[in-house]
């Protein structure tokens, strides 16, 4: 089982709908969760983080967090063409002092006009 | 957020030749920062912790001597890729872990490495 799962996708989603993407994770310890964006032939860029169970908003994009059910989802909101990359959630490992983090493979977004 | 620079940005080398990429914290002390390689349509991969002042963390099954890192200033670490082969052809990125508590980390840009 791997340690960070997301759908691969391609998720299609028509311009100005919402974008559901969910992240499912196995280390009942991590406290802090991240979603980046990946374009394609650019490194991550940090979206969105949460730590408390719940829902956290910033623009179009809400994350929500359910700790009990190790689960964390990001929407997004009056979807864009500039909204199609990868999307890529990570987790601390509550393994490593250094701030490592877990990453899942990603979930590719691709928004149609 | 945090400002990450990578140099250089794409480089060619030949089969065997060794290649430094740089990767610099440009608006504070980092004094953790990570190495991955991402091949094309793959996700990131962990390569190794890099720690100022001590030895780099390499993670299972890098080679330790063939990815050389050095971490010795505050704002500075270096990935060098020695007798570079085809296969160590890649997108490397390097990333900077906040100070804050939350221990997000922000990403260079990245260095396409491509070896002939």
């Known amino acids: 089982q791997k340690e960070v799962e997301q759908n691969s996708g391609p998720l299609s989603v028509p311009e100005g709908a919402i974008a559901s993407l969910n992240c499912t994770y196995s280390d009942r310890g991590s406290q802090s969760f991240f979603w980046y964006r990946q374009y394609s032939g650019k490194s991550p860029e940090l979206i969105m983080f949460?730590?408390?169970?719940g829902d956290k908003e910033d623009g179009r994009f809400t994350a929500q967090l359910n700790k009990a059910s190790q689960y964390v989802s990001l929407l997004i909101r009056d979807s864009q063409p500039s909204d199609s990359a990868t999307y890529l959630c990570a987790v601390t490992a509550t393994t490593d002092s250094w701030g490592k983090l877990q990453f899942g493979a990603g979930t590719q977004v691709v928004v149609t006009p | 957020g945090a400002v990450v620079s990578q140099h250089p940005s794409w480089v060619i080398c030949k089969s065997g030749t060794s290649v430094k990429i740089e990767c610099r914290s440009l608006?504070?002390?980092?004094?953790?920062m990570f190495w991955y390689r991402q091949f094309p349509k793959q996700s990131l991969m962990l390569m190794a912790t890099?720690?100022?002042?001590?030895?780099?963390?390499?993670e299972q099954g890098v080679e330790k001597d063939k990815f050389l890192i050095n971490h010795a200033s505050l704002t500075l670490s270096t990935l060098t890729v020695t007798s570079a082969h085809p296969e160590d052809s890649s997108f490397y990125i390097c990333s900077v872990r906040s100070l804050r508590g939350l221990k997000e980390q922000y990403f260079g840009p990245g260095t396409r490495l491509t070896v002939t």
């Open positions: 890099s720690n100022e002042g001590s030895k780099a963390t390499y």
């Open positions: 608006d504070f002390q980092a004094t953790t």
């Open positions: 949460i730590y408390s169970n």
